[in-house]
């Protein structure tokens, strides 16, 4: 498995507001699905694009490639939920007048199955059931390259005060004409060799990757996430506030804070696991508490086991940046003993 920084690379991508925000929200986004605004940071890291558009709904697709694989080889479930964070907030978009901005205050997923990691694309189709002068609601359906419905989910937006007609609005920079290599995710990922570690309990798993044993994920490396801890019931990941994950607006993109988040929802569950049981996340919730800004400090996600029973295990994790707390979330997984292979 080769180990690679994307992080150590120059930026790729532009913040488009605030001058982008001088337009109604149907016109930004229009903008950015055309390429006459530049794409975020995220979406040059991972592919993701806006793919259709209409009042109160939007349509986003993301490539499925190696880099999106988790640890037990299938699209990690935090990817589902940075591609669904970005279609809700479209849907919510479309409907804002001019210099309104909003963000995602709460995001809810419940998946309906394991995504695999197949030639095609993951498309996230949303649509606005609410909106008024502070909040919003939205809803999303996520679907794999055949159509499949492969999650489920909702947000909570809130609306704030437009932004005064006498503050100037200035346009981002245009990006450089070419860099000369693919983006990131165009590129071959690492490939995990197949190993013996499915036969060892979930916290010998978690150890190994801890020692270097074995090596961490595809979508890890693409992230920069790391396990920085791991007992029976406690796990700990860090993952650095990198521009590379900054949005359309410049500041961290609420799905990655999500994907770190399930990251620790689901390890913890593991750390608790005897040998040879399958695991499966079933939902995870979001709150988001604060913007982060990609200033390159570390964010650390606590996962604490709440429950554990023979089926069903619920855990909750903290993410914090300093001694600021930035989100927080909880995650129900499945168990079946004796299942894995």
């Not at 521009?243 to 750390?271: D, I, K, M, N």
């Given at each position: 498995?080769?180990?690679?920084?994307?992080?150590?690379?120059?930026?790729?991508?532009?913040?488009?507001?605030?001058?982008?925000?001088?337009?109604?929200?149907?016109?930004?986004?229009?903008?950015?699905?055309?390429?006459?605004?530049?794409?975020?940071?995220?979406?040059?890291?991972?592919?993701?694009?806006?793919?259709?558009?209409?009042?109160?709904?939007?349509?986003?697709?993301?490539?499925?490639?190696?880099?999106?694989?988790?640890?037990?080889?299938?699209?990690?479930?935090?990817?589902?939920?940075?591609?669904?964070?970005?279609?809700?907030?479209?849907?919510?978009?479309?409907?804002?007048?001019?210099?309104?901005?909003?963000?995602?205050?709460?995001?809810?997923?419940?998946?309906?199955?394991?995504?695999?990691?197949?030639?095609?694309?993951?498309?996230?189709?949303?649509?606005?059931?609410?909106?008024?002068?502070?909040?919003?609601?939205?809803?999303?359906?996520?679907?794999?390259?055949?159509?499949?419905?492969?999650?489920?989910?909702?947000?909570?937006?809130?609306?704030?005060?437009?932004?005064?007609?006498?503050?100037?609005?200035?346009?981002?920079?245009?990006?450089?004409?070419?860099?000369?290599?693919?983006?990131?995710?165009?590129?071959?990922?690492p490939v995990e060799p197949v190993g013996t570690w499915r036969a060892r309990s979930g916290l010998e798993?978690?150890?190994?990757?801890?020692?270097?044993?074995?090596?961490?994920?595809?979508?890890?490396?693409?992230?920069?996430?790391?396990?920085?801890?791991?007992?029976?019931?406690?796990?700990?990941?860090?993952?650095?506030?990198?521009?590379?994950?900054?949005?359309?607006?410049?500041?961290?993109?609420?799905?990655?804070?999500?994907?770190?988040?399930?990251?620790?929802?689901?390890?913890?569950?593991?750390?608790?696991?005897?040998?040879?049981?399958?695991?499966?996340?079933?939902?995870?919730?979001?709150?988001?508490?604060?913007?982060?800004?990609?200033?390159?400090?570390?964010?650390?996600?606590?996962?604490?086991?709440?429950?554990?029973?023979?089926?069903?295990?619920?855990?909750?994790?903290?993410?914090?940046?300093?001694?600021?707390?930035?989100?927080?979330?909880?995650?129900?997984?499945?168990?079946?003993?004796?299942?894995?292979?």
């Amino acid at each position: 498995m080769t180990a690679v920084d994307i992080r150590t690379e120059p930026l790729r991508g532009r913040a488009a507001y605030p001058g982008l925000a001088a337009l109604s929200g149907m016109q930004q986004l229009e903008a950015l699905r055309s390429g006459a605004a530049p794409a975020p940071s995220i979406a040059r890291l991972t592919g993701r694009r806006i793919i259709a558009l209409g009042p109160g709904t939007a349509s986003f697709a993301l490539p499925v490639t190696g880099w999106i694989a988790g640890a037990k080889g299938d699209v990690h479930p935090g990817v589902l939920a940075l591609l669904a964070d970005g279609a809700m907030y479209g849907a919510v978009h479309t409907e804002l007048p001019p210099r309104t901005p909003t963000t995602t205050a709460e995001l809810a997923l419940t998946f309906l199955g394991a995504a695999r990691v197949a030639p095609g694309e993951l498309t996230a189709s949303a649509r606005l059931i609410h909106l008024d002068a502070a909040l919003a609601l939205a809803e999303v359906f996520l679907r794999d390259s055949t159509g499949r419905t492969v999650a489920h989910g909702t947000s909570r937006c809130s609306v704030f005060p437009a932004i005064d007609p006498s503050v100037e609005l200035v346009p981002a920079a245009p990006e450089p004409g070419s860099y000369g290599t693919p983006d990131p995710w165009q590129r071959p990922a690492p490939v995990e060799p197949v190993g013996t570690w499915r036969a060892r309990s979930g916290l010998e798993q978690l150890t190994a990757l801890l020692t270097g044993e074995r090596e961490r994920p595809p979508v890890d490396h693409l992230f920069g996430v790391r396990l920085a801890g791991a007992e029976h019931g406690r796990v700990v990941f860090t993952m650095p506030a990198s521009p590379w994950l900054s949005q359309e607006w410049g500041t961290v993109h609420g799905g990655a804070l999500a994907l770190l988040a399930t990251s620790a929802t689901s390890a913890v569950v593991q750390s608790t696991a005897p040998a040879g049981t399958a695991f499966a996340a079933l939902d995870v919730k979001v709150n988001f508490l604060r913007a982060v800004q990609p200033d390159g400090r570390d964010l650390v996600a606590t996962g604490t086991l709440l429950h554990a029973g023979r089926r069903l295990a619920i855990a909750t994790a903290e993410v914090v940046q300093g001694d600021e707390r930035v989100a927080v979330s909880t995650g129900s997984t499945a168990l079946t003993p004796g299942a894995a292979r």
